[in-house]
């Protein structure tokens, strides 16, 4: 299994796909759309897992070359023919890009931003209104060298009202102003402030914040971790080595930012928070009808994966035993964050706190202009590549497709008036999970908090949604899958 990495691919438009590379030449190299074409069919008709839904993805729907070749000259872009013609209705998540380069980067954490981690939302007064919130920042970027901390608001982006319909090019802009203003829960308020920023190539570590809280006697681990990037699995496991050190009798994992990332880290998290199970399935994976009836019979041990104890490093997998583990959730939580919940509910007491997460159970893995589908003989002509769904994930007793995403256990939404600092007891979400850890009942503030939450607010964008690893799960290396071409 660890030569095979899997990142969950989680919700995401294919305009705001395309968005992120619209500034590039649609046709990178010196392929013809024909050529790129057959490539992204070729790709689909061997390996999308809803295949069966698109009859011309059928074996045999063309009676000879020319035939398709037709078909897909029928099509003016790559981007034409795979968003408009071979996608599935109950597929949100398949794309492709024109660099597959890019890509790559995000797969380390490589993004171009500006370190300002935020939230997009609705005016209560007026929903064609947009004002955005900082979730934190990232340390040693451009944002951090300035006044922006966690729970400030900005409405405009050089002097221009943010609004449903502009705030994807305004902030696509590589270096912008942004308006402060003052949130109360019901009234947005311009304070005449504003803070400039400029975007870089940032490496972000996903590893953002891990402490050890003591409360009433108990040492606590907090972890909010964001992203399952496989280059920062070793920081991953030091921080569960002095949560060990730490003697953490309970874990509170902040998940609510986290869009998902490397199943291979998803399979090392769930270790080190479990290390009780190990060998134990965690997934089993689940294909289009002619990939898994391969594997089913030429290596069946190729769709599980199984608790380990060692990380991608072969270092030893730093495990905290625990029988419960609470989990902060959010309509962001997606993909190989759901892979971790899902995973462990069958073993243990996973308690989630928040809201529902994305529903996201598919994968994808990236295929690329060659024979294999492989990167190492790709056409040089150009650099596109797909990202289909290839396979869902179901966990040890069978339980998948969870469309609407995982339920938490208590329900509670970010307060956008009163965010919280991260990591202090009084963040309102984690004060839920200290609260039950510690066998205490809400107490009353919390309870009148929760009441007034503005749950009418809708969020409709967030800083990483034109980021090609948005939401994904992918894999890294198609070893060991059967060839179809």
Known sequence: MKAIKVILLTVLTSTLLFSCFEDQDDSIGNASNLEINNFIYRGMNAYYLYKADVPELTNGAFESATELNEFLDNYDSPEDLFYNALLSNQDRFSFLVNDYVALEESFSGITKNTGMKFGLVRYPSDPSLV????????????????????????????GTQLTDTNFNSLLAAETYSLGMANFDGETVTETNETVNLTKVELTENPVHLATTLTINGQNIGYLMYNGFIGDFDAQLNEAFGQFQADNVTDLVLDLRYNGGGSVESAIDLSSMITGQFTGEIITTEQWNAEIQAAFEAQNPERLVNRFDDRIRTNAATNSLNLNRVYILTSPRTASASEFVINGLNPYIDVVQIGTNTTGKFQASVTLYDAEDFRKTNANPGHRYAIQPLVLKEVNSVGFTDFIDGLEPDTFIEEDYANLGILGDPNEPLLSLALQDIAGFAPSQETENSTHLRTTSLEEIGESNMNSPLYQKMYKEDLSGIPLFN
Do not use: H, K, M, Q
């Open 131 to 158: 004002f955005g919130y900082v979730r934190y920042i990232v340390p040693n970027s451009p944002a951090s060298t300035t006044i922006l901390e966690r729970g400030d608001i900005f409405t405009s982006i050089n």
